[in-house]
């Protein structure tokens, strides 16, 4: 049993729970030369679908999304203790008769009974997203349903100020291990595939069309610049079994929700009582 790295999980538990959590601990991987259309820093990673504004029209009928896939893997699968939390995010715009900006399903923890890993093996109301095994050893699934609660609405959607983007948000101080986001699935209402984005945000429709068919975008590395910097404040976690912390938000920009996520960030860790992680070590 491997002490230093169990003594080291307990102080990152302990640092959460404290509430003194900051961009800078988050554990995503940084995409090196993204996609004009993805923003990527170590507690986010986010796509853009339709920003006409900004000359983004992936060709996807955004009122049509039904679900949202991620899969992502830890770079160094021998020291990952699974304690990976944060959000799936869907959010829309400009905001007219209703908001939809930035909306937000948490998660936290990892299950893999295969590995020895043992996190939460449920969804909870706080945190309803289960971080779920793949067919692929050390590779887990998040699933963001897109329903009347977080949907693209009509009028927004045909505002020339419209945007429609999806990220997933961490906060979670993943300390032996970064996570990296591998792939985001789109699926219509019926569940059909729409299409795929790959790590850099590049997207390659399910029909067989053009791989990111329009994308006019110039520059986009300021955007991620100016998220990477954004420092997450200490923030006050709900009570156990206070739903209402997180999962419908309204807050920061319609452009990045950057403001939101720092405003939150850290929540999930301990939102609905303690969550225990452990690891067996052979």
Known sequence: MNFKKIAAAGLSLAAAAALTVS??????????DPEPNLTSNNGMW????????????????CLDLGKAVFTVTPTEPDDFEGAFGGAVVMSSGPVLSEDH??????????????HEIFGRDDATDTNPIKVQNSDVEYVYTLTLNIDDSNKVLEDSYASP?????IALSDWSNEVFSEIEVLSLDLYNKAGDLIGSFNSKGKFTPANGGAASPTVTVEDKTSDAAAATDTA???TTAPAAGDTT???NSSKGSPNTGIADVAAIAGIAVVAGGAVVLSRKRK
Do not use: R
Not at 23 to 32: D, E
Not at 46 to 61: A, C, R, T
Not at 161 to 165: E, F, I, K, L, R
């Open 101 to 114: 900006n930035w909306i937000q399903s948490n998660f936290w923890g990892v299950y893999d009974e295969e």
């Open 232 to 234: 997450a404040p200490a």
């Open 46 to 61: 986010m796509v853009k679908l339709y920003v006409p504004s900004e000359g983004i029209d992936l060709g996807i009928d």
């Open 161 to 165: 100020d419209a945007y429609v983007q």
């Open 245 to 247: 912390a997180a999962t």
């Open 23 to 32: 961009a800078s601990a988050n554990s995503l991987v940084v995409v090196s």
